[in-house]
């Protein structure tokens, strides 16, 4: 029997949910590697394993396309408890889901049984360079210069909510060539985990837009994490409100930063299909 997998995706940001409890994975680097391929697998960012928690309700580990296991994702977040409620593994509306980056709170909207949004709290962030984690002298990364290994330079700001973000302020993020410039700055020597890497330009104080090159998985449609380290680098520059709504290829997302120090991000969830992947 092989594994039964379902595809999730949040605006476009796309991952395979297999329920470990009931199809172990033995090598999920690998699996991630295989099922993710676009052309000669079953096509996703990568895969998403639902496991039992160990001070909480769940775990979710994250592995993204190339095998790379990642400490958190939002989109994958919110999946998760669509994923978990409507396969009746929980009841509550409210929960906790372990991640790497450490627990994170989701609220669920739902309606006759369905979840049509997740509220789910990142953390505090952080913006020291060593908390990146990024080379250098302490103290945070603001609109610094960065050159890449063909001699162009840009300015990066730098946010970590879980996972590390390296922001570029731009014209017009939908012109960026993301193939191009993307991989340069995630492998750059600068960051000795890699990193995401957003660009972003502005309607107004409630509204940006973001496009990502992300870690490990390359260009998505959407990220979770991204649009929250997207918008946290637009607050602490102070380009937008602690409140906004990050524009990506396939709708929004509505950030917050609240008093209490965390960040909420908030959206939707959509299962795409179910299958069975051969042993």
Known sequence: MGIVFTKLHGLGNDYHFIDTEKYPVADPPELSRRMSH?????????????????QHEFKMRIFNADGSEAETCGNGIRCFAKYV???GMT??????IETLAGPNRVVLTTDNGKVVAVRSNMGQPKFDRAEIPMLGAPGRVVEESISLDDGRVFQITCANIG???AVVFVDDATKIN????????????????????????FLDRDNMVM???ERGSGITMASGSGSCGSALAAMITDRVNRR??????????TIEWAEDGCVYQEGPATEAYTGEWPA
């Open 91 to 96: 009841d509550k509306t409210a929960f906790t």
């Open 211 to 213: 496009r990502i090159w």
């Open 163 to 165: 996972n590390p973000h």
């Open 38 to 54: 676009r052309h000669l697998g079953a096509g996703s960012d990568g895969i998403i394993l639902v496991m039992p928690g160990e």
């Open 178 to 201: 993301l193939t191009d410039i993307g991989p340069r700055i995630e492998n750059h020597p600068s960051f000795p985990k890699r990193t995401n890497v957003e660009f972003v330009n």
């Open 85 to 87: 409620y409507e396969r």
């Open 244 to 253: 906004v709504n990050v524009h990506l290829v396939y709708g929004a997302l």
